[in-house]
C-alpha cells in the first residue's frame, strides 16, 4: 500500500520546521492547506528580498540628499550671521560717533534752553511785539546761620583780593541774585544778573552780569560782548549758588577773590570732532581782580581757553581743560597806602572733571569728581621794589549723590607762596606754610528749586586752626535755565 516513503525534505530558513511538517504529512487533508499558506509566505520573502536593496538604496540617496541640504543650510546660515554681525558692527560704530557729536552740541544745548524757553513766548506774541515785555525772570535767594571760632579776611601772603573769607559768625544773607534774559531778534540774546548782598548790615546791589551773545554764527562759533564769567578755570562760570560747598575753594579766594569777571568781548568755536573740542579767547578792559581797569584801546587782560571732553560708555562723561590768563596790571592795591603792584601777571590752570550716573540717568544716583591746579607768577614792582614771586593752588572734591535727592562731599583746598625775602614786613611777606582746608557737606534738594546745606570746615589757613560750621539754603523762583557740564 503505498510503496516506498517519499524522502524528507530539508529547507535552510527561518521556517523549515514548518515546511518539514507539512511536507512530510501523510494526512492529505492537511498537506494542500498547509502548503497553500507556506507558499503564500515564500511569496511575501520573495518580495521583501526583492525590494529590499531598492528600498536601502533609496534610503541611502535620500539620507546623502538630507545631508547636502543641511551642508547647504548651515552655509546660509553662516552667511546671514556674517552679514547681520557686520550690519550690528556698523550700527554701534554709528551710533559711537553719534554720542560723540552729541557731546560737542551739549554746551550749546544748555545755553540754548533759556532761548527756547523764550521762543515759545515770542512765538506766541507774535512776531510784532517780539521783546515786549518778555524776558524771562527769575531770582535765586541765598541765606546762611554760621558759626566760626575765629574766621579771617586775608590770606597770608597773597594781595587782598575782593570777597575772601569764610565771613562772620551769625546768620547773613548770601549774594542772591536776579536775572533777566530774553532773545533780542533772530541774531542776538541778551542776559542781565543783579547781586544782592548784605555786607556790614548795609544792602549792595552790584551789576554781575550783562551781555549779549551771537546766536546765528556758521561753524560752531559764538561771540559773546559785555560783561561776563570768563572761562578761566572750571569753577569760574558757574553762578555762586550752583557751588557744591557754601563757599569757594582758596585757589579761587587767592587768584579770583572768588570769581573773575571780565568786561569786553569773548570769542568761542566748538571745532567738528568726534569728540567736544573748544577753543576760546577773551579780551578784558575790566577791573575785576586779577585785572585792573584799563582805559587803552588794547585790553589789559587776555585768556586763552580750551575745553575737551566725552563720553565713556553709558555712565561716564569727563571734561580736561587748560585756560591761561595774561594781565597787565597797573596799580594793584594792597590796602596799604604806598604799598602797590605794578607789573606782568601770568596765570595758568589745568582742570579736569569726571561724571558717573548710572545708566546715564542721575536721578537716584550719581558722582562727580572735580581738581583743579593754579600757578601764578609775577614779575614788575611792588611798593617801589623789585618784586617777583610763584604762587600755586589746588584742590580735590567729591560729591556723591547716594539717594534721591540727598548728596555728600568732601573737599581738600590748599594755596602756597613763594614770594622770597623782598617782601618781609609787608602783607606779602612769605609765611613759610602753606594754607589749606578740609571741608565736608551734606545737603538735601526737596525739589529742582530748593536745597538745604549743612558745611563742616576744619580751616587752617592761619596758623591756628579754625573749627567752621555752616547751615545753607538755595531757593530759587521764576525761570532759571540749565547750568554748563
Not at 19 to 30: E, G, R, S, W
Not at 149 to 174: H, K, M, Q, V, Y
Not at 187 to 206: C, K, M, P, Q
Request: contains cysteine; charged residues 20%; hydrophobic residues 40%.
Amino acid at each position: 500500500m503505498g510503496g516506498p516513503a517519499a524522502p524528507a525534505v530539508q529547507l535552510d530558513s527561518p521556517i523549515s520546521p514548518y515546511f518539514q511538517y507539512c511536507l512530510n504529512a501523510t494526512d492529505t487533508n492537511i498537506v494542500p492547506e498547509s502548503l497553500e499558506r507556506v507558499v503564500s509566505h515564500v511569496k511575501i520573502l520573495k518580495t521583501i528580498v526583492v525590494l529590499l536593496p531598492v528600498v536601502m538604496s533609496a534610503s541611502a540617496a535620500n539620507a546623502q540628499d538630507l545631508a547636502e541640504e543641511i551642508t547647504e543650510l548651515r552655509r546660509v546660515l553662516a552667511e546671514v550671521r556674517q552679514d547681520y554681525e557686520s550690519r550690528i558692527n556698523d550700527l554701534e560704530e554709528r551710533l559711537t560717533r553719534a554720542e560723540r557729536m552729541a557731546q560737542g552740541a551739549r554746551r550749546d544745548a544748555d545755553e540754548a534752553f533759556e532761548i527756547a524757553e523764550q521762543t515759545a513766548i515770542d512765538q506766541s506774541a507774535g512776531t510784532s511785539a517780539a521783546n515786549t515785555f518778555n524776558p524771562a525772570i527769575g531770582a535765586v535767594l541765598v541765606a546762611r546761620l554760621a558759626d566760626l571760632d575765629n574766621g579771617w579776611e586775608d590770606i597770608p601772603g597773597f594781595l587782598p583780593s575782593g570777597e575772601t573769607g569764610p565771613g562772620s559768625s551769625g546768620f547773613s544773607l548770601g549774594e542772591s541774585e536776579i536775572n533777566f534774559n530774553a532773545i533780542v531778534d533772530s541774531n542776538f540774546f541778551g542776559n542781565l544778573t543783579l547781586a544782592v548782598e548784605s555786607e556790614d548790615g548795609e544792602t549792595e546791589i552790584g551789576l554781575e552780569e550783562a551781555w549779549i551773545q551771537t546766536t546765528g554764527l556758521p561753524y560752531g562759533a559764538t561771540v559773546t560782548a559785555g560783561r561776563f564769567f570768563s572761562e578761566s578755570g572750571y569753577l569760574n562760570k558757574f553762578h555762586r549758588h550752583a557751588d557744591d560747598f557754601v563757599d569757594r575753594p582758596l585757589p579761587y579766594q587767592a587768584f579770583f577773590g572768588g570769581q573773575y569777571i571780565a568786561d569786553g568781548l569773548q570769542g568761542r568755536w566748538v571745532v567738528p570732532a568726534p569728540l567736544l573740542v573748544e577753543l576760546g579767547v577773551e579780551f578784558n578792559w575790566g577791573g575785576g581782580y586779577p585785572a585792573t581797569a584799563n582805559e587803552d584801546t588794547s585790553p589789559g587782560a587776555v585768556t586763552l581757553f580750551t575745553n575737551i571732553g566725552g563720553d565713556i560708555g553709558m555712565s561716564n562723561s569727563w571734561q580736561f581743560g587748560v585756560s591761561w590768563l595774561s594781565v597787565d596790571v597797573k596799580e594793584r592795591e594792597s590796602g596799604v597806602p604806598g604799598d602797590s603792584f605794578s607789573g606782568d601777571s601770568d596765570l595758568g590752570i589745568v582742570d579736569f572733571v569726571w561724571k558717573w550716573a548710572p545708566g546715564g540717568n542721575p536721578t537716584l544716583t550719581n558722582l562727580k569728581v572735580q581738581a583743579e591746579y593754579f600757578h601764578r607768577s609775577e614779575d614788575g614792582v611792588f611798593g617801589g621794589l623789585d618784586y617777583n614771586d610763584d604762587q600755586m593752588g589746588w584742590y580735590l572734591q567729591g560729591v556723591w549723590q547716594f539717594a534721591q535727592r540727598w548728596r555728600g562731599g568732601y573737599r581738600h583746598d590748599v594755596v602756597d607762596v613763594d614770594n622770597g625775602s623782598l617782601p618781609m614786613g609787608t602783607i606779602l611777606e612769605d609765611p613759610g606754610r602753606s594754607s589749606k582746608r578740609d571741608s565736608l557737606m551734606l545737603d538735601w534738594s526737596p525739589s529742582e528749586f530748593s536745597r538745604l546745606r549743612v558745611q563742616y570746615a576744619r580751616d587752617q589757613v592761619l596758623p591756628e586752626t579754625d573749627t567752621q560750621w555752616f547751615l545753607q539754603y538755595i531757593m530759587s523762583i521764576g525761570a532759571h535755565g540749565a547750568h554748563e557740564f
